[in-house]
């Protein structure tokens, strides 16, 4: 894999086609018809999610990434020496060098479940860090999960970190159990770094997820022709339109893939009608105050120990201590 190999290690536990085609059966069987945004992520759907992040309206990674130039020797301080660095959702892990630079831990777990792009990044990170052991593993981080071992002795605490704002891709009740597990994967000692994006003005947070270029509209209906691809089945794009909004009642974006006109899809060798202008939900992304995360983190049983904003208050990175104490 690179001149390192030993130091490198690949555990793969990706979904697999039955429960990709089980997820989608049950989503479209719904009142409200719906497909997990995990699926996104197909090869396309991570290149197409990297232009997102390039995008003028998409403030979520310049920002993010501007934080972490300037604050990660901070965060660094915070998570101390030794520490196992856990990340959900690693993608490209480009936010995450700028913190192992700072960092230097024994060991970096990336979990992401497009395995392409984990591979290619595992290796890459290989060769800039020698001495880092990269144990990645391929697999759907809202299943239940335990972490594979690693081989560094010199290891005293486990850190998850969780940029992006992926978190809000949960809805709050599902953030908050997925914060619960954290804490008893993390054990005593242990602790989170998390990006959160923040409540703005409604017409910055709609043009984010509605790009002029259409980007964003292309990822969205990408969903569709992955699932022609792998699930034999006959969504035509052309008769989906892309639809992102915030909705103030639940805090949060909401995409959907509207049907353009009335339409009987068949997916799997089930068959799906449309009313016109019935949507698909294909991803929530929820807004917080600081302040309503920090009380989510104490509910799951965290301490907020720090928390970080940027000058104009878009994004926040929440610096999170395990508050259990062993039986
Ligand atoms: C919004 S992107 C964020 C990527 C990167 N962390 C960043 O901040 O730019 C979400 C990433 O999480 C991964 N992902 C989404 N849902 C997942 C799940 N249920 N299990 C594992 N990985 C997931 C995707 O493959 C993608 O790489």
Redesign the pocket.
């Known amino acids: 894999m690179n001149s390192t190999p030993s130091r490198i290690s690949f555990h793969d536990f990706k979904p697999d086609t039955g429960s990709f085609c089980e997820d989608v059966l049950n989503g479209l069987a719904q009142p409200q018809k719906e497909l997990p945004?995990?699926y996104f992520?197909d090869p396309r759907g991570?290149e197409l999610?990297e232009a997102i992040?390039e995008l003028p309206e998409y403030y979520l990674?310049r920002t993010e990434t501007a934080m972490m130039q300037r604050l990660a020797p901070e965060m660094a301080r915070c998570l101390g020496e030794g520490c196992v660095l856990v990340e959900?959702?690693?993608?490209n892990s480009?936010?995450t060098r700028i913190l192992l630079e700072a960092l230097r831990p024994p060991v970096y777990m990336p979990?992401?479940?497009?395995g392409d792009?984990l591979r290619a990044t595992a290796a890459e990170l290989g060769q800039v860090f020698p001495r880092l052991e990269v144990v990645a593993v391929c697999?759907?981080?809202?299943r239940s999960l335990s972490f594979p071992e690693w081989k560094s002795g010199d290891v005293r605490r486990t850190v998850v970190y969780f940029?992006?704002s992926?978190i809000g891709?949960l809805t709050q009740a599902e953030a908050l159990a997925f914060l619960r597990n954290t804490v008893s994967l993390v054990g005593d000692g242990g602790a989170m770094l998390v990006?959160v994006d923040l409540k703005k003005d409604r017409k910055v947070l709609d043009a984010a997820y509605d790009d002029a270029r259409g980007v964003t509209a292309e990822f969205n209906l990408n969903l569709l022709r992955r699932i022609n691809r792998e699930l034999g089945a006959d969504f035509d794009p052309a008769r989906f339109r892309h639809r992102a909004f915030y909705s103030e009642e639940w805090s949060r974006i909401e995409m959907h893939l509207v049907s353009v006109g009335a339409q009987r899809v068949s997916v799997a060798g089930r068959r799906f009608d449309f009313r016109d202008g019935e949507t698909i939900h294909t991803e929530n992304s929820c807004k917080y105050s600081v302040a309503e995360f920090r009380e989510l983190a104490r509910q799951a049983g965290f301490r907020s120990a720090q928390t970080w904003t940027d000058a104009d208050h878009l994004f926040s990175v929440h610096y999170l201590e395990c508050l259990r104490v062993s039986p």
């Open positions: 945004p995990k992520y991570c999610f992040c990674t959900y959702g690693s993608g480009r936010k979990i992401d479940i497009a792009q697999a759907d981080y809202t940029p992006g992926t891709n990006g």
